[in-house]
């Protein structure tokens, strides 16, 4: 009985509470002869009460972040990992972005006051939807994606659209509500529904995104962050039923530090095959040209020096980063590899949208040319180690752990 995730060979107390009679070695559990006859019923933990019961063996408190629990409705609804296809590259998650609703913040001088209003989404046309789904196909020409897996997913809900005859205003109409009279959401006049003056191919007929799809912000990261998981969940073809939580707070001692996505990953590349589980946490951005500030980063480490040994991911949906982010994750580095032993106090990797959007590693790398493809062999793409010595070399020109480190120590000329 060995899940290569979730293993846990030195702690009798976790996760299965009450149940003793077994002895842990390398193999596994194994069950003492003397108790062959009796009996023991086991049931596994729910992927979310795994992830805050180990938090709290190492004395921490840890929940769901309100980002967090968006993404969990976001891939609750695609049903699981596959259904992130529908969002597998930056056409898709740009085009619903603009049709998600949208936050205006206005102050008004004169008495202080911040009006924050709220804007539903726009809607799209049928044919609006399929053109984007064909710039996808062309893309990605192996991609199985069509209208109708939006709709399944709950991504998106077909309803009426009409223009309002006293203000003029789009109004989108629920078919669960329209009506020969329908009412404005601006003017809050009722009017007649323009039977005489239907609108030509369909036009009336629009989508409008719906759920967790029609927050603003990319679904508050949700994106960035789900597509983070997916990757190290499927990197080596690791099954996908690895545990993972969407954004969580970790309280310890009276602060909250907020992590994008927490994963465990078990380096099974490494042959000493270290028992305990690897952590995997980090901060996920989407497009924006200067995202990742020195405050995420010092909020990454306060986060990091709870949890030893755990891996840090900063990752982005856009395709490089600006020179800014990488004077700023070059410090990270030098930071997160000073420690008094051989080896970095934590591994670092940094992640862009040619990772997250491509399934296949090596075959991205190899087509994008120089840096990406001076890292394209089995070695390079397999481990953890190797990973985060791949990226941080492509994106911020680092030299590997094993270089740095050998000219840190080497003993200076003339002594
Ligand atoms: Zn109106």
Redesign the pocket.
Known sequence: MRNPNIYNTFEKEWPFRGYKNFSIGREGWVYLQDYKDSRQFISFLRQDEAFISWFKLKGLTVGLSEAGRIAKQVIDSLGGMWGLNLFGDEISIKFVNKLANSTRTRSRADNDIVLKEDFSGRAASISEWQKMISKRKAQKNFLRVNLSDYIKRNVIKIGLETD??????K?WHDLDEVSYQVK??????H?DFPQGSIKKNNQNWKYRVIGPFAIPDYAQGAYASLLTIRFFTTFRNRDTSSCYSTAAEIRHEGRTFEVDFAIWASDESDFNASPEPRLIIGEAKSFAHDAIKNKDLEQLKEAAALIPNSILVISVLKKSFSKDEIDRLKKFVEWSRDSSSYGPKHLVILLTGTELFNEFLSDCWKKKGKPYSDYTDFHSTRSLESLSDATLSIYLNEKSYYQWYDEKNRPQSGT
């Open positions: 309002c005859s006293y203000c003029n205003a109004n404005c959401i601006r003017c809050l006049k009017y």
